[in-house]
Every structure is written in structure tokens, then in C-alpha cells.
């Protein structure tokens, strides 16, 4: 029997084919981006014109071995093949700054089916992108970053006692209001700044969108806690867990696209809901995908299944374009 925390775990990704990212110039010229054994330094690579990004969406594979395999639904890949983290690449642009980007490698039958492309920033289309660094081992780290579910500073958190405390105020220790367990320990506090471009953009649930005291900004695949007292979603039950990527609206939700952002991680235990500006919210679950983003003494550590990890909204009940007011209704209605 699959475990139902392993069902559970599924980081979508908004990922390029290799066949619109090809050489320009260069010894591989013609060629697409690919694994790491097949790049040239200094290949220039350009992002084609009508480039289109897909959804590739990965489960953790129930061997306990931590292994991707592409999820039941995926918009890009077939179901059930595994999928490697090959390498993490460093491009040199135009401009002279740099863009890290991931490389993951779908394999059916022991053979490469599939070559992805995850920019951790916008790449433009016919652009010159220079491969100035080729990493083997950073993509698991990158990886994780990408999968951790992170507050943004200046989160009001609250405490057991009640009080409300920015997040970048907490400290390993201090005391949280959990939905599920009473009052519980930080046992870790993770924070870095990342530029807020793709998968690293933020979500920001407006001021009283759903009841919140103030702005409630959350990385993209962050998951809220909401009670319907009505079902108005469909969902079966009255406890959902909603990413909030799938709330954006451009209007009550939105997405921060640009700049960079300070995220902030808080772990547990064991994986809490917890109080954001009035949003109940997940903590930080160490599984396989995010395992590499704590510290080393950590990473031997993995959160045991918890019940409300089931709760989980598919998309397609969310696919309303007033999804948001009906959580809200729901929420609070007698």
C-alpha cells in the first residue's frame, strides 16, 4: 500500500522543454540544453521566441530511496517515470548578471526520455545566455529551496500566549499556537533572499481577503488551512489545504513578480498548521524534496504522516474565478 505521505508530496514546477533552449553558437551548436556529461562552457544558448513554459508536476516515489517521478495529471511528462535532478547550471546574460537554472532528466527504461529546463529567473526569448558554471551537486540544494514552503519577513505569527510577533523576531525556542498540538517549539528557523522571479515569486493575499489582519505574503506553493462551515468548493469535507498559487486572481491575490525577497522557514516537530496574520498555515515539512535546504544534522529527519496532510484541494475544484470569495463565504458563514 503507498503511503499517504508519500501521496501527498508533489511539487509542480513551471518547467521549459529542451528543444527551446538550443545552442547558438559554440561547439554544440544546434543542440538542445541537456544533462550535464553533454554541456560545453561557453556554449551561448538562446530561449526561442515562442518558448512556453509547462507544468511538470513530481510525487515522491514510496521506496523511502527519496527518488521524483512524474505525478498522475502532470501537463508535462509520463506518468510514473522517474525523474533525476542532473545539475544546476550558471548563465551569464546579456547584461552581465547571472541566472541559475536547473536541469532535470526524465528516464523510462533505463533511457533519457525527456530534458527540462527550471530558470530560478526570467529568461528573455533570443537573448544570448553565455553556460558560465556547471554544477552536479547544487541541484538537490536549489531543489529544495524551490519545494520549502516560506513567510515572508515581516509576517505577524502567533504565539502561544497569544500575542502577535514578526517572524523575523522569532528565535529556536519560542513557543507557536498550533491548530493541532497546543503550543509547540521552534525547533528551527531558516531564512535567505531570493529573487522573486518564477518559481521563487511570492503570492500576497491582500488585507481581509480571507479574514486577514494584514498583507499575507507566501511562496507560491504554500499551503492555507480553511473550515468551510459549507462545502462551497466541493471538496467533501468541511477542512481544505489550498496552495495559494492557485488563488491568484490579479486582484485580492496576486503574485509579486520581480525584485528579490526574504524568505523565512519555521520547523516543528512535526508539521504544524500554524496562525499568519490570521491564516492558519503550514510549517516546514521535511520530506525528501526539502530535506536539503536544513541543516545537516537534520537531514536524517523526516516528518511522519499527519492526517490534515489529506486535505489537500485538487486545482480543478479551484478553477472558479471567484474561488477566493467562495473560501471566504465559506469560512464564515453560520
Known sequence: MTDPAARQTIQTLPVYPAAVFVVTEGVAEGDPISFADDLVMDDIYQLS???ARGRLSLAVLPDGAGRLAVAQGSEMGVAGNTVHLDCCLTLMAPDGGTIETLVLVEVEDDAAAEVYLLPLASLLPEKNYRLVGIDRHAATTRFAEVACVSFTRGTHITMASGAQVRIE???VGDKVLTRDDGA???RWIGQNVLRAVGAFAPVMIRKGTLHNENDLVLSSDHR???YQRQDRLGAGRPEVLVKVRHLINGTTVVQLDGGFVEYFQLL???HQIIFA???AAESLLIDPR???AVPSGMRGTQHSYRPHLAYEVQETLLAAPDTVELLRRASSET
Open 169 to 171: 523576531d522569532l528565535r
Open 268 to 270: 516543528f516537530d512535526d
Open 49 to 51: 521566441r515562442d518558448a
Open 184 to 186: 509547540q517549539p521552534i
Open 290 to 292: 526539502t530535506r536539503a
Open 224 to 226: 492555507i488551512f480553511v
Open 277 to 279: 496574520e490570521g491564516i
